[in-house]
């Protein structure tokens, strides 16, 4: 039997500052937001954010979901694109903001430029593990769920601060993808913005051996749904994944139709959307790994098949890095770094005035 701990409403309401959720969650009509195609005449801008794994499709992911035929470049940091969409045959248009986070979880901390007060509230995170490589999926998901939800904690109370009713629906529509009904809600710990995880490179996923791919997919169904995440497999061989992908993207940011099936059978690629599985159809892990929790317990079964490696750390400032030296770039950068030191103060200055 797997132990459980009690998280639920009363948890997600501790955990992200005692919000006022009661009520607005148990409208049947919250559960899939946007599911129902969106036939009004306002212009929808969101923010996609897209982390993950180095080298997992990241890119690829972003410029399918786009439909842009390039090549993918490999990210280096945070990047910027958009997508826009005409809205119903009118001159509106709806406008997607995508931010890649490249460098794997090393530059997580840049994680505060695309989720702000002004983008929360639009706001969706993908993250992408490489199925191709069981030895780095846990570290990459533990280490940026808990970056997200750090993050997402301290923008929702910041925006509690100032605009409480948004802050709370917010959360109840977190858990409005579970609903009141669901045998699951106390036991799980919902990160309150739309999650989605994907498992990309399913063609080289598809060869590993039977016992792995069930271990892997089970493990990833637990933490998606235990985070209230969207989970699907993806490869850019594929081009039914490709769809389905493209799809559930589209959802998230633009609001279109979102399609409800559910595959979950380890054999074939896995597509479960937040609130349709449950801890009693993923089944227990063994019993004999040691752990309290129910998620500990999965943590310690996928590490014990699939130790981790360590992700290579990035030196603290890439720029000063002696291998690249370049006498006169180095020159104007240390000059424009001055120049934004003074301004820097320039502006604490002015702050300080202005509080006076």
Same mark, same amino acid.
């Given at each position: 039997?797997?132990?459980?701990?009690?998280?639920?409403?009363?948890?997600?309401?501790?955990?992200?500052?005692?919000?006022?959720?009661?009520?607005?969650?148990?409208?049947?009509?919250?559960?899939?937001?946007?599911?129902?195609?969106?036939?009004?005449?306002?212009? $929808?801008?969101?923010?996609?954010?897209?982390?993950?794994?180095?080298?997992?499709?990241?890119?690829?992911?972003?410029?399918?979901?786009?439909?842009?035929?390039?090549?993918?470049?490999?990210?280096?940091?945070?990047?910027?694109?958009?997508?826009?969409?005409?809205?119903?045959?009118?001159?509106?248009?709806?406008?997607?903001?995508?931010?890649?986070?490249?460098?794997?979880?090393?530059?997580?901390?840049?994680?505060?430029?695309?989720?702000?007060?002004?983008?929360?509230?639009?706001?969706?995170?993908?993250?992408?593990?490489?199925?191709?490589?069981?030895?780095?999926?846990?570290?990459?998901?533990?280490?940026?769920?808990?970056?997200?939800?750090?993050? $997402?904690?301290?923008?929702?109370?910041?925006?509690?601060?100032?605009?409480?009713?948004? @802050?709370?629906?917010?959360?109840?529509?977190?858990?409005?993808?579970?609903? @009141?009904?669901?045998?699951?809600?106390?036991? $799980?710990?919902?990160?309150?913005?739309?999650?989605?995880?994907?498992?990309?490179?399913?063609?080289?996923?598809?060869?590993?051996?039977?016992?792995?791919?069930?271990?892997?997919?089970?493990?990833?169904?637990? $933490?998606?749904?235990?985070?209230?995440?969207?989970?699907?497999?993806?490869?850019?061989?594929?081009?039914?994944?490709?769809?389905?992908?493209?799809?559930?993207?589209?959802?998230?940011?633009?609001?279109?139709?979102?399609?409800?099936?559910?595959?979950?059978?380890?054999?074939?690629?896995?597509?479960?959307?937040?609130?349709?599985?449950?801890?009693?159809?993923?089944?227990?892990?063994? @019993?004999?790994?040691?752990?309290?929790?129910?998620?500990?317990?999965?943590?310690?079964?996928?590490?014990?098949?699939?130790?981790?490696?360590?992700?290579?750390?990035?030196?603290?400032?890439?720029?000063?890095?002696?291998?690249?030296?370049?006498?006169?770039?180095?020159?104007?950068?240390?000059?424009?770094?001055?120049?934004?030191?003074?301004?820097?103060?320039?502006?604490?200055?002015?702050?300080?005035?202005?509080?006076?």
């Amino acid at each position: 039997v797997v132990s459980t701990q009690s998280t639920g409403s009363s948890g997600i309401n501790a955990e992200y500052g005692g919000m006022d959720f009661t009520g607005p969650f148990l409208r049947p009509s919250l559960i899939f937001p946007g599911a129902i195609q969106d036939n009004s005449n306002k212009p $929808v801008e969101s923010t996609l954010f897209v982390a993950g794994a180095k080298s997992a499709a990241k890119t690829s992911i972003i410029l399918r979901f786009l439909d842009r035929d390039e090549q993918p470049k490999a990210t280096t940091a945070l990047e910027y694109t958009f997508g826009r969409r005409t809205k119903n045959n009118t001159m509106l248009k709806d406008v997607a903001h995508v931010w890649e986070l490249g460098g794997g979880v090393a530059l997580s901390n840049l994680i505060e430029v695309p989720i702000t007060k002004q983008s929360i509230k639009s706001l969706s995170v993908v993250i992408v593990v490489d199925l191709s490589k069981p030895e780095s999926i846990w570290t990459t998901l533990e280490s940026l769920l808990s970056s997200v939800k750090h993050r $997402v904690k301290k923008v929702l109370a910041e925006l509690k601060s100032e605009c409480p009713s948004d @802050a709370n629906l917010l959360v109840a529509e977190c858990l409005a993808r579970y609903g @009141a009904d669901h045998p699951d809600k106390d036991n $799980v710990d919902l990160i309150p913005v739309p999650l989605t995880i994907i498992g990309s490179k399913y063609d080289e996923f598809q060869n590993f051996e039977p016992e792995k791919k069930k271990i892997i997919s089970k493990t990833l169904r637990f $933490v998606a749904h235990y985070h209230g995440a969207h989970l699907c497999y993806y490869s850019s061989k594929v081009e039914t994944l490709v769809m389905k992908v493209r799809g559930l993207l589209g959802h998230l940011v633009f609001k279109t139709q979102l399609s409800k099936s559910v595959m979950t059978d380890h054999t074939k690629p896995i597509y479960v959307l937040a609130g349709m599985d449950a801890i009693s159809q993923i089944g227990s892990p063994p @019993a004999n790994v040691g752990s309290r929790s129910a998620l500990e317990q999965w943590k310690g079964l996928f590490l014990s098949t699939f130790p981790q490696e360590a992700e290579a750390a990035m030196p603290e400032d890439p720029t000063k890095d002696t291998k690249y030296n370049e006498p006169i770039i180095d020159s104007v950068r240390l000059q424009k770094d001055e120049e934004l030191e003074r301004f820097k103060k320039l502006q604490e200055r002015k702050m300080r005035e202005e509080a006076r």
